[in-house]
């Protein structure tokens, strides 16, 4: 009897567990059929690769081209992880390795106080510092004008926003890596800085490379904040201090009062279709990456 039962409650346990298993296996594929079938009339109207690359935007004529919103996007997304990248992982490695436990215990609250902020509020901080700074000072530095409503703009915020995301995960990375290694270099004559680049860092490279693969899929599809500094300005930024309009922004602009209009809806879709493969490609490259790295390793 009480085998039975035993093997009663195992069977029920692994239902349960490969239900929610198929569950987070089967969401994204919903999400992304889903965007498909709500994207196809603009899909079959005007094709992908006229969607894709072409720079005409005129929705009431039916022409729609997200190629300024693809690469405003990019440029934003990538901006913001070269100034945070940096940051990040010096920070990270100056709490763990040299900052003392009180500072350690202090900065956590902090970083942790950075990730709760609404995006809004980062995108109320930007239009009256950021926006400002950008047009005022930076631009005429470099000779450009600017209202400092900028792909410039748009990077800054974008990554002061990353910084806590990615801070967090870097830390536990460099958690994982065990003592013993760190203190083994030590003991053979190896200066601090010397133990932590060739132990610490190749030793927990892959974490290093999956918390910026997160930070980019997060990045690129970043809203509010982004689409308060940007410009919204449809067209193909020269530079960084041209205005710029992501496709994030495009949705929220849009969505809630086109929804009348089939093509246009299905034209937002497609731009919604576009964040989510582009995401899944960036999860997939550094996911391949982490694996070579760590058969390498």
């Known amino acids: 009897m009480y085998v039975t039962l035993r093997k009663i409650k195992d069977r029920f346990s692994n239902a349960w567990i490969s239900a929610a298993q198929f569950f987070v296996f089967a969401l994204p594929v919903a999400i992304f059929i889903s965007l498909f079938y709500k994207s196809f009339l603009v899909m079959q109207t005007s094709g992908i690769g006229d969607l894709l690359f072409s720079s005409v935007w005129r929705p009431m004529a039916g022409q729609f081209g997200f190629y300024p919103f693809i690469i405003s996007s990019l440029w934003i997304t990538f901006l913001g992880l070269v100034i945070t990248a940096p940051v990040c992982l010096l920070s990270a490695i100056y709490l763990t390795y040299y900052g003392s436990n009180k500072l350690s215990g202090i900065m956590q609250p ?39 409503f900028s792909i410039l703009a748009g990077g800054i915020v974008l990554a002061i926003m990353l910084i806590p995301f ?24 190896a ?19 999956s918390a910026f693969g997160l930070g980019l899929s997060r990045a690129f599809g970043e809203t509010i904040a982004v689409l308060m500094v940007v410009g919204n300005v449809v067209g193909i930024p020269e530079n ?44 997939m490259l550094s996911r391949g990456l982490i694996i070579y790295l760590e058969k390498r390793q």
Do not use: C, H
């Open 110 to 148: 902090v970083i942790d106080i950075l990730a709760g902020i609404p995006s809004v509020i980062y995108g109320v901080w930007g239009v009256l510092i950021i926006v400002p700074f950008t047009g005022r000072y930076l631009a005429p530095l470099f000779g450009y004008e600017s209202t400092g």
């Open 240 to 283: 960084l201090f041209d205005p710029g309009y992501p496709l994030p922004a495009l949705i929220a602009n849009n969505y809630g009062e086109m929804l009348s209009i089939p093509m246009f809806d299905s034209a937002l879709m497609f731009a919604a279709l576009i964040l989510f493969v582009v995401v899944v490609i960036f999860n």
């Open 166 to 189: 990615i801070l967090n995960i870097l830390i536990e990375v460099f958690r994982t890596v065990p003592a013993e290694q760190f203190e083994a270099s030590l003991s053979l004559g």
């Open 191 to 209: 200066t601090k800085w010397d133990s932590i680049k060739n132990v610490v860092i190749r030793r927990s490279f892959p974490g290093i490379v």
